[in-house]
């Protein structure tokens, strides 16, 4: 059967001050009534059922986890607390093995709840064929056409000896192999690259082997768990040592505070990318609004309460806040109980290390 698991633990730090330890981005509510959490489970429940879904999340949002996840249908049961925080890899290891005890042939689907997807049937065809290349023993990463010079994404290169015409991305492309599954090419990996400075951005997206890394895996859990133990073995004695929950919450330290990407997906040879056209986003940082929200004729993006003159190619972000503007060019204005951001433009990558230390900075 299908599953799938959400990432749902992070802190979301690149949204302050929507975004907050509290209340992180997960549950805001960006595009519609319902959160970006109760989206994404929502959005993968029908190659899956509500039944199949997991969701990995910290243990100090259980409250609104519950919430959230029963307003999408997802079982309680379903919802696995992390002990700390340990990044990636520990979560979706620890749901592998869960999943893989009730189900020999279970076929996951792992997706972080912070993406915006335009259209959802190229979406969900996509994931369609990534679980039928994962049930013949491939790994999938989907991957994004990078069209412009994203920094805030990773990138994946695709390998190349032969050329041929895929009229679905209607562009040239160089596939490693004749493979394809369903509607669409599978293309074996040649490497991950972590996310560029702008002037490396650049240089990629000239090459149309390389995709943006969307974060979203598929596999058979048999397929995982046998990378586990060959790639990270000290963590999958940990797994075998874990009869329950409540043990695996004793082994917890004993897994790699990594991504899943650098625990496995850079490393193993079971790697293939099936390409996803679908309008796909990461709500990664305040950046992105402008590719979501429509502007107005001087480019400005206004959500909330919010008067200008004047000013040209701004966000503002003012939910329950007035907020007035005069003369501005190229900010974004983030006003909420939480704090006010102010930022240029070109420097939204940066919030993050400054949140850190600000918290840092209140810190006793």
């Given at each position: 059967m299908n599953y799938a698991v959400i990432l749902a633990g992070g802190a979301g730090n690149r949204f302050w001050p929507a975004s907050?330890?509290?209340?992180?981005?997960?549950?805001?509510?960006?595009?519609?009534?319902r959160s970006l959490l109760e989206e994404t489970a929502l959005r993968i429940s029908g190659l899956t059922g509500s039944r199949n879904i997991y969701i990995a999340a910290n243990r100090a949002h259980r409250r609104?986890?519950?919430?959230?996840?029963?307003?999408?249908g997802v079982l309680t049961e379903n919802l696995f607390f992390e002990p700390q925080g340990r990044n990636t890899f520990a979560p979706i290891a620890a749901l592998a093995k869960i999943i893989f005890s009730q189900d020999k042939e279970a076929v996951i689907a792992v997706l972080p709840a912070d993406h915006s997807i335009?259209?959802?049937?190229?979406?969900?065809?996509?994931?369609?064929?990534?679980?039928?290349?994962?049930?013949?023993?491939?790994?999938?990463?989907?991957?994004?056409?990078?069209?412009?010079?994203?920094?805030?994404?990773?990138?994946?290169k695709i390998r190349s000896p032969g050329h041929?015409?895929?009229?679905?991305?209607?562009?040239?492309?160089?596939?490693?192999?004749?493979?394809?599954a369903g509607r669409s090419p599978v293309y074996s990996v040649e490497k991950f690259i972590e996310k560029p400075d702008l002037p490396t951005a650049r240089e990629l997206i000239k090459d149309k082997r390389y995709y943006w890394n969307a974060g979203i895996f598929i596999f058979k859990a048999q397929v995982l768990l046998d990378q586990i133990k060959r790639l990270q073995p000290k963590a999958f004695k940990?797994?075998?040592?874990?009869?329950?929950?409540?043990?695996?919450?004793?082994?917890?330290?004993?897994?790699p505070s990594l991504s899943i990407d650098y625990a496995i997906m850079e490393k193993t040879n079971k790697l293939a990318l099936i390409p996803l056209d679908c309008r796909w986003l990461d709500?990664?940082?305040?950046?992105?609004?402008?590719?979501?929200?429509?502007?107005?004729?001087?480019?400005?993006?206004?959500?909330?309460?919010?008067?200008?003159?004047g000013s040209n190619n701004i966000t503002v972000w003012?939910?329950?806040?007035?907020?007035?503007t005069a003369g501005l060019k190229d900010l974004i204005i983030v006003n909420t109980r939480s704090g006010l951001l102010v930022c240029a433009k070109d420097r939204t990558q940066e919030v993050k290390s400054l949140v850190l230390a600000?918290?840092?900075k209140k810190t006793p």
């Open positions: 907050t330890e509290a209340q992180p981005k997960q549950f805001l509510k960006v595009f519609s009534r609104q986890i519950i919430s959230h996840a029963n307003k999408a335009k259209e959802n049937n190229k979406f969900v065809r996509a994931l369609e064929d990534a679980f039928l290349a994962a049930r013949k023993g491939k790994i999938i990463v989907l991957g994004v056409p990078a069209d412009y010079p994203e920094t805030g994404y990773g990138y994946v041929s015409f895929d009229s679905a991305q209607d562009r040239q492309v160089t596939p490693s192999t004749s493979l394809r940990a797994l075998m040592r874990s009869r329950d929950r409540h043990s695996l919450d004793k082994h917890w330290n004993d897994f709500l990664g940082s305040w950046g992105v609004m402008e590719k979501i929200f429509k502007k107005d004729r001087h480019g400005n993006i206004s959500r909330g309460r919010h008067m200008d003159s003012s939910p329950g806040v007035s907020v007035v600000l918290k840092k």
